[in-house]
């Protein structure tokens, strides 16, 4: 069982957060037993159109580092670390985008994304389907969240 200083992790979610992780909680749940173990998130998956030998994959890999199961004291825990880790990306890559940023507007256009993201991240087909799926200029602060969820 994973375990952490529960006052730690109830400091760093609001309320609202903490209710939203306690409604995922229970979705996951499969079997309504206070506890989230592979075959509820076997299941989980399952249900959201996965194969069951990727189902059973994905299982193993997000309890690789769970003994058994998490309760919801465990579950807080760990998704608080989530958006924590999350957050941190964003702010990141939030600073590296204004960075790039030369007219100081807060967006980026197609092509300054392009130059710094292919080929040193991207392919330029990998880039290509993304840039579909954009619009001319790309917000700052969209893209970081956009990215940092990823």
Do not use: W
């Amino acid at each position: 069982m994973l375990r952490r200083n529960n006052s730690n992790v109830l400091a760093s979610l609001d309320q609202k957060q903490i209710a939203e992780l306690k409604e995922a909680f229970s979705f996951i749940d499969q079997n309504s037993d206070g506890f989230v173990d592979k075959a509820d998130l076997q299941q989980l998956l399952i249900s959201l159109g996965r194969s069951s030998n990727t189902a059973q994959v994905e299982a193993d890999a997000m309890f690789a580092n769970v003994q058994n199961e998490l309760n919801f004291t465990a579950f807080l825990s760990m998704m608080a670390d989530k958006i924590q880790e999350s957050e941190q990306n964003e702010g990141e890559l939030l600073k590296a985008c204004e960075a790039l940023d030369e007219t100081y507007t807060g967006k980026l256009g197609i092509d300054t994304l392009r130059s710094h993201l292919v080929p040193q991240l991207l392919i330029e087909a990998e880039f290509e389907t993304i840039a579909k799926t954009l619009p001319t200029t790309v917000d700052c602060h969209e893209l970081a969240q956009i990215l940092a969820n990823q």
